[in-house]
């Protein structure tokens, strides 16, 4: 049975190449840094730009956690983002660990003398598990890149249906020749750092991170949001390419105000995809416009993080979350002349604002989308 | 626990066989999956030239589902048929081959066919595509079947009014190794949506 109880996020962190914590994140961020750098070669590829995580900075912050050294990159920095939170929220019988993640430790198939079951995303999902003491099985979401923002959906649904009392939510994904190439391959790499919505835009700039929130139905007494709406609905369309109607991207923003129950004109924010892409930015501009929500102000967040793929949709709803409580929005970094038909309101400039309600949307491959609405609490 | 859902078709595909509500409809000795799986898409009379474009588990799953939906859907009307989906081993066996294209500089060849394919939910998309199913979606990773999940997520889809219908599915597909299982969710039915009969059902 589904309890009528509100869900809230009242925790969150992530791990980028612009800091450790989140604060260091958000400072850098209103200072408009980006962790996109140029890269000379990197595998088979060269001269491209990528949003790295230097292997150093993040093995001396690890120490400070744990002086194993068992772990892969992506382990160290799905630990380092969860574990602040795991210190402030006690982990309980029922709480569970979700994973959302589209590549995983796929890196260690290029150590052929390592058994290729490695790479699987449920011994990863296990070994964060059993690194922070959960009783319950992990749960992975891997559907492509709506997978961080799906994930919090799964965590609020089943926190409501009852299954757990709450939910430890971690996104993370990795730079690798893997996913770099296949995008290459795709032709859908920009060959400068990514400008999402602008008239130049020719691409996507790829990114690794990690981000981790807490989820629970406990009313918090700080900053916190309710999730008050939420879908996740299919194009139908293509497989590999976005859908000219913006159709399941649509669909999943009127099933999340649905679920709210509050008029479009009471949001403040969206935080969307904006991949960079001709296409991709140009169906969301198409759904915006076709939900009546395209005044309102928008922000695509790859241009200081590059696109880390099953990160990126909880790293910018944590993100978000801290424009929601700093009371001020994030110029959308790499835009500079609107490049998509219809016109949307994109933030060229960081900008002060009151926010109460605050729109998190993303889409990916095999034609998925996912919006979440967020309300500010305290 | 009642339930006032109900478990109206399910469809097995594994060791070269193809069940549909307990029924076998296809069985074959002594061949791998790709002859199976073609053998298997005549018999139920599938007629979609992209299926011989999609990769292993995406042919796994789009058959289970396709053995199911060919007589639930209806062609006038939007079908609002969620799909959740779950396997152990994600995209693996694809990751590996594509791979295998990339780790030698003298002999690279990165394909974008290939490359689509490295993501589980893919096989989601190609069953949305098929059916037109502009539905709730999802893809879960397990270490096995976990009956509990599948039937609490498909339950809060159904009584939150976010869908009609649920089709769940665990395709798992690794080396020539597989196992389909695809059952569909709805009110009308005889067997009882449960974990007890999800795991029965999984296991006979």
């Known amino acids: 049975m589904i309890a009528n109880k509100t869900i809230y996020i009242s925790d969150a962190n992530c791990v980028t190449p612009l800091g450790f914590d989140l604060e260091a994140n958000w400072k850098a961020l209103v200072k408009g840094q980006s962790g996109i750098q140029f890269q000379e070669k990197y595998g088979n590829l060269s001269s491209i730009y990528a949003s790295i995580i230097e292997d150093e900075k993040l093995n001396e912050s690890f120490l400070k956690v744990s002086n194993e050294n068992t772990f892969t990159k992506l382990e160290k920095m799905l630990i380092l983002a969860l574990h602040p939170i795991i210190n402030k929220n006690k982990v309980t019988e029922k709480s569970v660990l979700i994973l959302s993640t589209t590549k995983g430790n796929i890196s260690l198939l290029e150590n052929q003398e390592l058994p290729i079951e490695e790479a699987q995303l449920a011994t990863l999902a296990k070994k964060i598990n059993t690194f922070f003491g959960f009783k319950t099985e992990p749960i992975v979401v891997s559907n492509a890149c709506v997978s961080g923002v799906l994930a919090v959906s799964v965590a609020k649904r089943m926190i409501q249906f009852g299954a757990y009392e709450n939910a430890f939510v971690i996104a993370g994904d990795e730079i690798s020749e893997f996913v770099l190439s296949g995008f290459n391959s795709f032709q859908a790499m920009s060959s400068l750092p990514c400008a999402p919505y602008d008239e130049s835009r020719n691409g996507v700039t790829l990114g690794e991170a990690a981000a981790a929130v807490y989820i629970s139905s406990e009313k918090p007494t700080e900053n916190a949001v309710a999730i008050i709406g939420d879908g996740a609905i299919n194009d139908a369309n293509h497989i590999s390419g976005p859908s000219r109607t913006g159709e399941g991207l649509f669909k999943s923003i009127e099933s999340a105000f649905k679920d709210a129950n509050i008029s479009k004109d009471k949001l403040d924010y969206i935080s969307a995809h904006g991949t960079a892409t001709l296409y991709n930015d140009e169906m969301e501009a198409t759904a915006f416009s076709r939900s009546h929500i395209d005044t309102v102000a928008i922000n695509s967040l790859k241009g200081y993080y590059g696109h880390t793929l099953g990160a990126s949709g909880l790293l910018e709803i944590v993100i978000g979350l801290q424009s929601v409580y700093n009371e001020e929005l994030l110029a959308s970094k790499g835009f500079k002349n609107s490049g998509v038909s219809i016109p949307i309101a994109i933030l060229k400039e960081n900008r002060k604002k009151e926010i109460k309600y605050f729109l998190k949307t993303a889409s990916g491959f095999g034609g998925c989308n996912t919006a979440i609405l967020f309300e500010k609490i305290n | ?204």
Not at chain 2, 110 to 129: D, H, K, Q, W
């Open chain 2, 1 to 204: 626990m009642t339930t006032n859902y109900h478990i109206s078709s399910y469809c097995k595909i594994e060791n070269n066989t193809l069940q549909l509500n307990g029924a076998t409809v296809l069985e074959m000795n002594d061949v791998l999956f790709p002859e199976f799986i073609k053998n298997a898409s005549k018999t139920i009379g599938l007629e979609y030239p992209k299926f011989f474009k999609m990769d292993n588990l995406s042919k796994l799953a789009f058959l289970g589902a396709e053995a199911i939906l060919k007589d639930n859907i209806d062609l006038e009307n939007e079908n609002d048929i969620a799909l959740v989906f779950a396997n152990k081993s994600s995209s693996l066996d694809t990751d590996v081959k594509y791979q295998d294209s990339i780790s030698d500089s003298e002999n690279y060849f990165p394909s974008p066919a290939v490359f689509v394919y490295t993501l589980p939910n893919i096989c989601v998309g190609e069953i949305s595509i098929k059916h037109q199913l502009k539905t709730e979606n999802a893809f879960f990773v397990f270490d096995d079947f976990k009956p509990d999940f599948m039937s609490n997520y498909a339950s809060y889809l159904l009584e939150s009014g976010k869908t009609q219908k649920v089709l769940c599915g665990w395709v798992e597909y690794y080396k020539n190794e597989y196992k389909a299982f695809v059952y569909l969710v709805e009110k009308s039915g005889t067997i009882a949506h449960d974990k007890q009969n999800i795991q029965t059902l999984y296991n006979q």
